[in-house]
């Protein structure tokens, strides 16, 4: 476990359930209605703000509400860093499937020590091997449904927990836009699975992610050496090779790249609790 690291464990008997944002409130429903101004509005406030300052401005209007996520992965250090900059007291999600690559737990361990922020580790209500002796291992099956199943087990059922039990309101990324087709579509802030979602570096191109982590000396997650330009669970990842990108994940089975973490409805999986 990483350091001062509080580890939140999916609940199997609660169902993952859309975030009622506006409990106690009357008026306009959540696609209309951002810390109590019109979404249109605070969309164009934010546009007018650099990536920090639309951190800053997420942390002081959602205060504890607001989280960031992280995967460790390969261009982390950008967001965590600025995050860290902007609100200190930021928790920072990290959703750990239990399958990351070795590189990434070490990246990870690096990055909190230097940077001291507040992490909290969502992890699956099934352990990786008992997942694997109830379901087999699924991300080499040819099924698309199966992966489907391993990413709302691994991945989408974890954050949502943690982002409950930390009354997430609004919780940043580092997606970009130049990343999937699906990322193209999105929008400063959007609604994901009934919480607000803020995408502080969704312009930013490749070279600027370089500028930023050489300008302040952050570490590029070990893998970049080896040629990877993204890294997830590592059976989903690979370098780049005849295809690069989002496009060495999942196997070649998600069109869109995306593991479902991004995505404001999932298709429905059968639920990973316990067996009886």
């Known amino acids: 476990m990483e350091h001062n690291a509080v580890v939140l464990m999916a609940n199997p008997a609660k169902p993952v359930l859309l975030a009622d944002l506006n409990q106690g409130t009357t008026g306009p429903a959540i696609t209309e209605v951002v810390a109590g101004q019109d979404l249109a509005t605070v969309r164009t406030i934010l546009a007018t703000l650099p990536p920090a300052g639309q951190l800053t401005w997420c942390a002081a209007e959602f205060g504890r509400s607001f989280v960031v996520t992280s995967s460790f992965g390969i261009q982390s250090a950008v967001l965590l860093h ?30 909190q020590e230097r940077l001291g922020f507040e992490l909290h580790v969502a992890q699956p209500v099934l352990s990786a091997s008992r997942m694997e002796a109830l379901y087999g291992p699924l991300w080499e099956s040819e099924r698309p449904e199966d992966m489907e199943r391993y990413l709302q087990m691994r991945k989408v059922e974890p954050l949502e927990t943690a982002l409950d039990q930390l009354d997430a309101r609004c919780w940043a990324s580092g997606v970009r836009r130049n990343q999937t087709v699906h990322r193209r579509s999105m929008t400063v802030l959007d609604q994901v699975r009934g919480r607000w979602s803020l995408h502080p570096l969704l312009d930013w191109t490749d070279k600027d992610v ?67």
């Open 82 to 111: 600025m995050a860290h900059r902007a609100a200190s007291a930021i928790p920072v999600v990290w959703v750990d499937t239990g399958y990351l690559p070795h590189e990434t737990y070490r990246y990870a361990r690096e990055l």
């Open 210 to 276: 370089y500028y930023y982590l050489e300008e302040h000396g952050l570490p590029q997650h070990p893998l970049f050496e080896k040629g990877y330009s993204t890294v997830g669970d590592w059976h989903s990842s690979a370098p780049d090779g005849h295809v690069s990108g989002r496009a060495t994940r999942f196997r070649g089975q998600r069109a869109h790249g995306e593991c479902g973490l991004h995505l404001d409805q999932t298709p429905s999986a059968p639920r990973a609790g316990p067996s009886p």
